[in-house]
Nanobody
């Protein structure tokens, strides 16, 4: 059982930084690929970043160089450090997890989402 709970969203000015966190509240120790998606109302959900259990990371073109995904293995918690934020980064950010990562990734587990708003 995997239950993902996000926190850390909020309002930030363009150029600022924000860190999102996600914890598996079920406290299971399943080996998972963790990641983040985002969604703007009226648009499809968009892949942002992912981290495999071996430490391999993947990023969208938009996130590459600005966002960093990391994991605290002792706490079973994953983070998304977002720097140089832009108004177009405004979205609901979802923490996700799945036993595997693959192209056109459709994770099995999703959190409830946390709003990130970047003002210009």
């Amino acid at each position: 059982q995997v239950q993902l709970v996000e926190s850390g969203g909020g309002l930030v000015q363009a150029g600022g930084s924000l860190t999102l966190s996600c914890v598996n509240s079920a406290r299971t120790f399943t080996r998972l690929v963790w990641g983040w998606f985002r969604q703007v109302p009226g648009k499809e959900r968009e892949f942002v970043a992912a981290r495999g259990w071996s430490g391999t990371t993947w990023y969208s073109d938009s996130a590459e160089g600005r966002f960093t995904i990391s994991k605290d293995t002792s706490k079973n918690e994953v983070f998304l450090q977002m720097n140089s934020l832009r108004p177009e980064d405004t979205a609901i950010y979802y923490c996700v997890a799945d036993p595997y990562y693959r192209p056109a990734w459709a994770p099995a587990y999703w959190g409830q989402g946390t709003q990130v708003t970047v003002s210009s």
